[in-house]
């Protein structure tokens, strides 16, 4: 495949799998099921996607309509080299596990370049967003399954609150080590725990 594999491209040839579809109509889908959430969704790079899978040949326009003073919206659908390559990858991700890069590991591999005090500040304010989210999250997916959408639309948004609450475990973890001095660190040198 010549355009990135990205998850924008790949909930794009998801949605063409089920049905051809306009960008605009991709984009209400994406939110409706909540896929903001799990990826990077933006009218420019919703655009960019659509035609570097295109240019890939794995999407083609199926027709062009416009209604009354809308613009022009054009219908794509997947191509059979599409399809396979939605399926080949699709099948990849599930069953290999891929090194994602967290920014929040980065910044924690440099934790020695701040106080232990202001450590543990930092970390409880992160633990603070993290319980928020996670029930933000947790009453989002509440309300979708009592509208009835089915949970297999959801497990996107339960595997990444399952990913947070692991992290807030962690995180308050790291805080009571900090806290308590069982975790310490030379300031701006080396990282040997104490």
């Not at 326009?61 to 613009?71: A, K, L, M, Q």
């Amino acid at each position: 495949m010549s355009s990135p594999r990205t998850p924008l491209a790949l909930a794009i040839l998801a949605l063409l799998h089920q049905e051809p579809v306009h960008p605009y109509e991709m984009r209400r889908r994406m939110r409706e099921r909540r896929l903001d959430h799990a990826l990077k969704l933006r009218h420019s790079s919703l655009y960019t996607t659509v035609q570097r899978l295109q240019d890939a040949g794995l999407i083609e326009p199926t027709e062009t309509s416009r209604e009354g003073r809308w613009p022009e919206r054009t219908v794509y659908a997947l191509t059979d080299a599409g399809r396979e390559e939605f399926q080949n990858w699709l099948r990849e991700l599930i069953s290999e596990p891929v090194r994602e890069y967290p920014q929040f590991a980065g910044a924690v591999a440099f934790i020695n370049h701040v106080t232990p005090d202001t450590a543990v500040e930092l970390l409880k304010a992160r633990a603070s967003a993290l319980e928020t989210d996670i029930a933000a999250t947790e009453g989002s997916l509440d309300k979708l399954l009592e509208m009835g959408l089915p949970r297999y639309l959801l497990l996107d948004a339960d595997y990444l609150l399952t990913i947070r609450k692991a992290e807030l475990a962690w995180v308050r973890s790291l805080t009571e080590s900090a806290a308590s001095g069982k975790l310490s660190w030379p300031l701006e040198g080396t990282s040997h725990d104490t």
